[in-house]
């Protein structure tokens, strides 16, 4: 019951934080800041929406940018390791968030053993994807990636100053992999017969723990990585 309640609060609530960054961003510059009346300018902007994600043209134009930055950020036959890994992982934090809330048993059945499989693929695509980029979010490329930057990409109304969305990117990143290397650790722990009880506890804590962690990333890097 708390890591349900704590898990989809935590997950409202920073969609609703890049999404009013996202809004706050269209504001000029002096008037980015948390306010009754830009809030409420929030409130509209998103109504505006309306049920427009429930078009399938939505999904199609977002399924296609997704395809687009896999082919602009990955070459020749790493792109199918990003589309396993981003395919592995929807199936893994839906299935997984699902059940965590709205299931008392827990995840089992069929959707548990797929859940395994689709694991162990996403901790292999995710070594893969670790090797290949890993070097682009040291902190002397990421130097060398915002040097002669002008203007950061997301805003901080707290320090009220921008900042390159790079590191918000790299934060994501870095985030993610422990989050998911965590995640295949906590279950290959309990899944061997070395453990006790009060272990394999402590192991599906940490895995549902971390895999918060990895959605939460996962938002982060979604809003960072789309322009």
Not at 90 to 99: E, N, Q
Request: glycine share 6%; aromatic share 20%.
């Amino acid at each position: 019951m708390f890591f349900g309640i704590t898990s989809f609060v935590l997950i409202v609530a920073l969609s609703v934080r890049v999404t009013f960054g996202r809004y706050l961003n269209r504001l000029p510059e002096e008037k980015r800041n948390f306010c009754v009346e830009n809030f409420k300018g929030y409130i509209d902007w998103v109504a505006g929406w309306k049920l427009s994600f429930l078009k399938p043209e939505r999904w199609d134009r977002s399924l296609d940018y997704l395809l687009a930055w896999g082919r602009k950020n990955y070459r020749s036959w790493t792109v199918w390791v990003f589309y396993t890994l981003a395919l592995c992982y929807c199936y893994l934090a839906l299935s997984g968030m699902f059940f965590a809330w709205f299931v008392p048993r827990g995840l089992y059945g069929f959707p548990l053993l797929l859940h395994v499989a689709a694991g162990a693929l996403f901790a292999i695509c995710l070594t893969v994807v670790l090797f290949l980029k890993a070097r682009i979010y040291l902190p002397e490329a990421l130097a060398r990636r915002t040097a002669g930057q002008d203007k950061g990409g997301f805003w901080c109304p707290l320090l009220k100053k921008s900042f390159p969305r790079v590191y918000l990117e790299a934060l994501a990143f870095w985030v993610f992999v422990l989050a998911g290397f965590l995640l295949a650790a906590s279950t290959l722990g309990s899944m061997l017969p070395f453990f006790n009880f009060p272990a394999q506890i402590f192991f599906f804590h940490v895995h549902r723990w971390s895999a918060l962690a990895s959605v939460l990333s996962a938002i982060l890097g979604l809003d960072a990585i789309i322009e």
